[in-house]
Structure formats: C-alpha cells, structure tokens
C-alpha cells in the first residue's frame, strides 16, 4: 500500500474508499500523524462501525476502519484530526488526537458467559474457535475474554502501518494501543491484539537483527522467487510452504531473501513479505 496527498492507495493501485464524517477536527499538529494508535470497535462489522463514526452524536471518527476479512475504509484524511482518542496522554503529551492516526479495527473487545456460550455485550453469540481468554495488562487479576483478530485484519493492518510509518516517518515508540494512552478508560485493542509482534512485524525487518532472522513461507500454493521486487520480475525458482528463508534486504513490502537448504544459503530472489512469517 501507499499514500499519496493523505489517502491511502491499495498495492493494485486502487484508491481505499472514502466514507466521509463529520465528526473531524482541524489539521494535525504537525501538519502530518506522529502516532499510529490501535483501536477496537466493539461492534459487529466495520458497516455498524462506519455508520456510528458518521453520526454527529457519536462524536467519533477514526482515520481507517478495517473489517474482518481485512477491507479497509478510510474515513478521515491522515492530515486531519480525527476523534478516536478521547482524554488521552503519552509522555509529556495531552490530547492524543492532534498528533495521531487512528485505526479501528472490528472486533467486539471483551465478552460475556462461557465456554460454549459466549456472547457480546449486545448478546450476539460467538463459537468457541473466536474466543481467548486472558488478563489485560491494565488489569492483571482478572482473566476475561476476547474476541479473537482475523488474520486478514491483521494482515491489512499492517500494510495499512508500514505504509504509514514509511511516509510519514513515524517511529516504533509511537505505535500504540488505546489502552496505552487511556489505561484507566480504555481496554482496546486489549491482550487479543499482540501489539509487540506487530511493532516487530512492522519495524523489525528495518533492524539489523531482521536480517539475521529466519522466515517461513506461508503460502500453500508455494511462493515465487523473482529476479526483482514485483511480479513484473522473471521467477527464478518456486519456494514450497514452510521453506525457511534469510531475509537480506527488506526496502519495502518486497524483500530479498535466500532459501535456506541444509542449513546453508541457496537460491537468492524477491519474494512479497506477505507469505513469510517469523520461523
Ligand atoms: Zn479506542
């Protein structure tokens, strides 16, 4: 993904869709976001999310909203004050909205009941398989449970951050949750998102210790190597799911990698770094 005049562009090119609000401020301090903060919506869907963020009395808005099945609307330009944060601080900062991007992604936050009959605080019933169950580090004594991120929000949200943080320059200390600059209000996006392999996903490829890390294909069809980075480029050679990789350079979504073979490094190609994950 990119960005171009504070709207963000899908890897095909295409514009994200823009569904307005007018529950916004003037420009960001800055003129531009300093801080990416992570939001639950604690709601169904990124629909009933974007027509609250449109109603006047809600007072809220968020920059990007992202549904399950990781589509992403944008509804407030990443120049302009968006409300999502509410009484917030950070450091010596007050009022995280003036400096931040907020993203909200759709995910009921905590629930309600037991095993086998978990509900939302609305009462929409939830299976098992979407459930964990953990302490939020603002809360440690008590155990709760969550509604579990899709892979795919996952994956679209980290796109959506990387292009951020590349654009606009916005460094790893500033990536945070709700519930780091609302700790006493605030319990999203909670122990279901792990914000620490996030931060390492979207900035520990940048790091030196990156390119000594092992990834694995992830990709059941397999993964082709290419001469340069984009599909554009001749394939050398097809990486099979779970083939290890040294990750060489990573200048973008596509990054120079070498196969692994009995331990030592074999063919050398681009390959999109969204079939790898940390082995
Ligand atoms: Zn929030």
Do not use: C
Not at 243 to 249: A, Q
């Amino acid at each position: 993904m990119k960005i171009k005049n504070h709207r963000l562009y899908q890897n095909n090119g295409s514009i994200v869709p823009l569904k307005k609000t007018t529950n916004q401020g003037s420009k960001l301090k800055a003129g531009k976001p300093e801080f990416i903060i992570i939001h639950y919506t604690a709601g169904p869907n990124a629909k009933s999310a974007i027509n609250w963020l449109k109603n006047k009395d809600a007072s809220a808005s968020a920059h990007l909203v992202i549904d399950h099945d990781g589509s992403i609307t944008q509804m407030v330009r990443f120049d302009t004050i968006g409300w999502h944060a509410g009484v917030s601080s950070w450091k010596a900062l007050k009022g995280l909205n003036k400096y931040s991007i907020g993203i909200e992604i759709a995910n009921w936050g905590h629930l309600m009941g037991q095993a086998g009959y978990w509900r939302s605080w609305t009462g929409a019933p939830l299976t098992d398989d979407r459930v964990i169950t953990a302490a939020h580090r603002n809360q440690p004594a008590t155990q709760r449970a969550w509604e579990i991120y899709d892979a795919a929000q996952i994956d679209a949200t980290l796109d959506a951050v990387r292009a951020l943080v590349a654009h606009y320059g916005i460094e790893s200390n500033n990536l945070l949750g709700h519930d780091d600059i609302s700790p006493t209000r605030k319990t999203d996006p909670g122990p279901a998102w792990d914000m620490d392999r996030f931060r390492a996903k979207v900035f520990g490829r940048r790091d030196d210790a990156a390119t000594q890390e092992h990834f694995e294909v992830t990709a059941k069809r397999g993964l082709h190597l290419r001469t340069g980075p984009g599909i554009q480029y001749e394939k050398i050679h097809t990486l099979t799911n779970g083939t290890k990789v040294s990750v060489i350079e990573s200048p973008s979504l596509w990054w120079l990698v070498a196969q692994i073979k009995d331990g030592e490094e074999d063919y050398t190609g681009w390959v999109h770094s969204r079939w790898l994950s940390r082995a």
